[in-house]
């Protein structure tokens, strides 16, 4: 997912879809050595959310402090697909992101996990 080559990274993208679980420990890795590269962060915390894995929660909250707003947001959703309730008091932080679009990804996520719990 980090080839500068867009067809390719899109293909790893893919790869990882059919993979789930088992891309974890890679996808964290990824979401790690990605500082500088909000796209691949993105990406990375949006397949975390699709692995059903519990192990990908600590990294997803984590990323609820990421500095681009996008990959916040996504953090949300994706702990929310994971329905980690453990995350709520990390996300309720963002209640009072900058970003309204943080805010409505954390509140959104915040109503569906009570609504599981």
Same mark, same amino acid.
């Given at each position: 997912?980090?080839?500068?080559?867009?067809?390719?990274?899109?293909?790893?993208?893919?790869?990882?879809?059919?993979?789930?679980?088992?891309?974890?420990?890679?996808?964290?890795?990824?979401?790690?050595?990605?500082?500088?590269?909000?796209?691949?962060?993105?990406?990375?915390?949006?397949?975390?959310?699709?692995? &059903? *894995?519990?192990? =990908?929660? +600590?990294?997803?909250?984590?990323? @609820?402090? %990421?500095?681009?707003?996008? /990959? #916040?947001?996504? $953090?949300?959703?994706?702990?929310?697909?994971? &329905? *980690?309730?453990? =995350?709520? +008091?990390?996300?309720?932080?963002? @209640?009072? %992101?900058?970003?309204?679009? /943080? #805010?409505?990804? $954390?509140?959104?996520?915040?109503?569906?996990?009570? *609504?599981?719990?």
């Amino acid at each position: 997912m980090l080839d500068p080559n867009p067809r390719l990274a899109d293909a790893a993208y893919d790869a990882v879809l059919f993979d789930r679980e088992e891309a974890v420990p890679d996808l964290i890795e990824c979401y790690q050595k990605s500082p500088r590269d909000a796209r691949t962060r993105f990406f990375t915390v949006q397949l975390l959310g699709f692995s &059903s *894995a519990q192990a =990908a929660v +600590p990294t997803l909250i984590a990323a @609820l402090r %990421d500095e681009d707003e996008a /990959v #916040r947001a996504e $953090a949300c959703r994706s702990l929310e697909d994971l &329905s *980690a309730e453990v =995350a709520i +008091p990390d996300i309720e932080r963002l @209640l009072a %992101d900058h970003e309204a679009s /943080v #805010r409505e990804a $954390a509140t959104d996520a915040i109503q569906a996990l009570r *609504a599981t719990g």
